[in-house]
């Protein structure tokens, strides 16, 4: 967020053109301008703050399911990105015409400089010289690479699997197409070494979804302390079940995007999701909620049967994973070493694979 601010900030200067005949002086109104971008992203935050309470209420009064709740908050982020988005594509027309008016000796300033701050902290400088804004520009810019932690927003899918003790791949009790997983999370990824780019360690949480179609018109049935596949009695058009679990990942990652040094030689910039990347590392957390559910017909008539319980399923979770790729796109492994069925006599697995992106 503080990084779409100061990129505003920057945006937003064309206004100067249009106040810059009127009684208060050219930096009265730029500092204004300053003060008015900090307001915007406030009220920003405030108000995706009072939708997320408001779900959040939902919850606990039971109106709405986790699931769809997760889903509306992450929309909610979505669009509060995509609107400053926009706002910053049709604003970014009139900076350019700002900067050739000042080229062209339109604008004149009565001072030397301007300085615009945000908080105390200096975000822009700019001179009757339109090199010098340029350069300025590169400074601000500068600031925000040198961070050593940055966030990202992760984002997988793929197929998903179980793996049964001395079972053959070829005979599988889950479709392989038909089973898959989703994943999405939010992710810290911080820099290791000072001054050296390639090892960076890789946090935070994420929601997954595990699901399993079983063959042969099969479903799963609790009998005492065990889970079991069944035939089901009628023709199912559809037999899923779903875990889904709320984990926290942790991985070693190896980024080889180079650095890069000023041309003068006395800064070096360190930037990230820029060239190859692999990460190993694993996760841990808890299962949130299991659910069956059944699709067939009775008579003609269709019936959707949704069965929720643990259905002896793992509380705990935890397992291995790693990921290769370049950018900001990967090919994800994840393996859990706990067992999908936690009292059952021979011990399954969940597999998955599938793609990965980590969105900055």
Not at 126 to 146: T, W
Not at 149 to 165: K, P, R, W
Not at 183 to 201: S, Y
């Amino acid at each position: 967020m503080q990084k779409i601010i100061i990129y505003s900030v920057i945006i937003l200067l064309s206004f100067i053109s249009t106040v810059f005949a009127q009684d208060k002086s050219f930096s009265q109104r730029a500092t204004e301008i300053g003060n008015r971008i900090e307001q915007i992203s406030l009220k920003e935050k405030a108000l995706l703050k009072n939708e997320i309470e408001s779900i959040d209420k939902q919850i606990q009064e039971g109106t709405i399911l986790i699931e769809r709740a997760n889903e509306l908050k992450l929309k909610m982020a979505q669009r509060t990105a995509s609107n400053i988005e926009v706002k910053v594509a049709l604003e970014e027309q009139k900076l350019n015409q700002l900067i050739q008016d000042k080229v062209d000796g339109k604008i004149i300033n009565t001072k030397d400089s301007i300085t615009i701050r945000i908080g105390n902290r200096l975000v822009l400088r700019l001179e009757n010289d339109s090199i010098k804004v340029k350069r300025v520009a590169n400074k601000i810019e500068r600031v925000a690479k040198e961070k050593r932690t940055t966030s990202q927003f992760v984002f997988a899918m793929g197929l998903n699997n179980l793996i049964t003790e001395g079972q053959d791949l070829e005979d599988l009790d889950y479709k392989v197409w038909g089973s898959h997983f989703y994943e999405w999370g939010i992710t810290n990824n911080t820099r290791i070494f000072k001054n050296d780019n390639l090892l960076h360690a890789k946090y935070g949480f994420s929601v997954m979804y595990n699901n399993l179609r079983p063959t042969d018109n099969k479903y799963f049935v609790r009998n005492g302390d065990a889970t079991e596949l069944q035939i089901f009695s009628y023709s199912l058009n559809e037999s899923r079940f779903r875990n889904v679990q709320l984990v926290f990942p942790l991985h070693l990652e190896m980024d080889f995007t180079p650095k890069q040094v000023s041309a003068n030689g006395d800064k070096t910039y360190f930037k990230t999701h820029k060239s190859f990347r692999v990460g190993l590392g694993g996760y841990g957390g808890f299962n949130i909620k299991s659910k069956q559910i059944l699709k067939y017909k009775i008579d003609g008539d269709r019936v959707k049967d949704k069965q929720k319980g643990d259905f002896n399923v793992s509380n705990f979770v935890y397992g291995l994973s790693t990921y290769v790729g370049y950018g900001e796109t990967s090919l994800y492994v994840k393996y859990d070493v706990s067992p999908f069925f936690k009292d059952n006599l021979v011990d399954q697995n969940n597999i998955s694979l599938g793609v990965r992106f980590d969105f900055n």
